[in-house]
């Protein structure tokens, strides 16, 4: 994956480049530290995933620059100021990176969108069924042919044994035999879904009850483990 990086501050720079060439799966296309510079590399390269600092001097906007891109790559924002993950969001971008962070920190995110775009790139082979957000997963149905399911028809998955439930507010039951409960979680949005307990991730969105600890969506209860901190707002 063709990586740069756009980031004003040198000493930040220098430690993301550092960041980059320790994993395996990204390319160093560039590091950058101007608009101008950024430009002329997506001029020459096809860049896979950008890197970007919010406030890059002057009147300069990451975000501003990103919106003017005619090829968008997955987008990781970097920035002190939080309230650009709400921006980030509505941009859909991939992943948030608050200031300052770690190389942990940096591979859990980067983690996030390498399963990001592995599925994308299984999707790439559905036809096009909706004109809605562009956000789903790729499923096969029983007829063993390939469809979508946009995130915001998914009320929950529920692992059992060894195979991934996705529940739908179209009272559908889809199955994902080999897909894990840690990918498919590194590969939704935050600001959506909720993992509660080793087996259930809800959609927030349709959580009708938090009881102690307990979440309930429609006829259906899971408990809440003390291992995950739930934050959702009961519509």
Known sequence: MNCLILEDDLQTLEKVVGYVKSSPELTLA??????????????????DLLLLDVELGGDN??????????????????????????????EQLAGFLP?????????KVLEHV???????????SVDKIDTGTGNFI????????????????ITYFEQTKQILNVHTIHN?????????MNEIEASLPLQLFQRINKSVIVNKTFVDQVIMDTVVIGDASFPISPKYKLSISVK
Do not use: W
């Open 172 to 180: 559908e039951h889809h199955v994902l035999k080999r897909t894990t």
């Open 114 to 124: 390498l399963s990001l775009d592995k599925m994308q790139k299984l999707a790439a």
């Open 61 to 90: 906007n990451g975000l501003d620059f990103y919106k003017v891109l005619k090829q968008k790559p997955l987008v990781i924002v970097m920035t002190s100021h939080s309230q650009y993950a709400a921006a980030s969001y509505a």
């Open 138 to 153: 790729p499923i096969k149905t029983k007829s063993r042919q390939l469809a979508k399911i946009f995130f915001r028809d």
């Open 30 to 47: 560039g590091a950058c530290s101007s608009v101008t510079e950024s430009i002329d590399i997506f001029n020459k390269k096809s860049i």
């Open 99 to 107: 200031k300052p962070f770690g190389f942990p920190q940096f591979r």
